[in-house]
């Protein structure tokens, strides 16, 4: 069973950072291709960056190039989403997502495993 868990939302203000962090529970995470998604209030759920099983490659939306950067840590078995320059465009429900694939994709319907979401708010 595979359970994913996010942390790291919160209230900033335009220019600040945060950092989320999805702890992948249940099974070792390297068999994991992980993305995190974002969806906010009336629009569809939309894909932000995605990392594959080792690390080594990674893709953002262009939306969040140069701003975010997505990494993990097979040991603890977490994948975190470093947001610098936030802006209040950014103001959504964050997800982590996890399929077993090598690849990347930004596609949710190829991700069968979903945490529950963290909210970042960025206020002006």
């Known amino acids: 069973q595979v359970e ?3 942390s790291g939302g919160g209230l900033v203000q335009v220019g600040d950072s945060l950092k989320l962090s999805c ?3 249940g099974v070792t ?3 994991y291709g992980v993305a995190w998604f974002r969806q906010s209030a009336g629009k569809e759920r939309e894909f932000v960056s995605g990392i594959n099983r080792s690390g080594a490659n990674t893709f953002h939306a262009n939306s969040v190039k140069g701003r975010f950067t997505i990494s993990r840590d097979n040991v603890k078995n ?6 610098d320059d936030l802006k209040s465009e950014d ?3 964050y997800s982590c997502a996890a399929a077993d694939f090598e690849g990347i994709s930004t596609e949710d319907f190829d991700f069968p495993y979903w945490g529950q979401g963290t909210q970042v708010t960025v206020s002006s």
């Open 29 to 31: 995470a390297h068999r």
């Open 23 to 25: 702890v992948v529970i």
């Open 4 to 6: 994913l868990k996010e």
């Open 78 to 83: 977490i994948v975190y989403l470093q947001m």
């Open 91 to 93: 103001t959504a429900a």
